[in-house]
């Protein structure tokens, strides 16, 4: 998934040439109104839900890797949306054992 801090839709936002964006199964739009900030992929900054908790489950995701450039705003933000959002596998084995 792929963070931009420009306005969707705008000059600059878009994938680089080199990245083949077709090879990806999906892209998590943000962004997308002009009012609204929208850092973490998860929700926008005015708690408009993106989406992306029923695609992860419905895919079955239950870990991800986050990567990008913002650490300050798309990552942060991100980041720290995802608690409870994704089963924690390694809890629930340690809750199995004890």
């Known amino acids: 998934m792929a963070c931009s801090v420009r ?9 680089h040439q080199d990245i ?3 090879r990806f199964d999906y892209i998590v739009r943000k962004g997308t ?23 992860l489950k419905a895919l079955g ?8 450039l913002a650490l300050d705003y798309c990552l942060k933000y991100t980041v720290h949306d995802v608690p409870g959002r994704l ?12």
Do not use: M, P
């Open 33 to 55: 109104h002009r009012h609204v900030d929208s850092y973490s992929i998860f929700k926008e900054n005015d708690g408009t839900q993106l989406g992306t908790d029923g695609l």
């Open 61 to 68: 995701i239950e870990e991800l890797d986050i990567c990008g």
């Open 7 to 15: 306005q969707q839709g705008s000059h600059g936002a878009e994938f």
């Open 20 to 22: 083949e964006s077709w």
């Open 87 to 98: 089963q924690d596998k390694r809890n629930n084995k340690r809750n199995k054992r004890g």
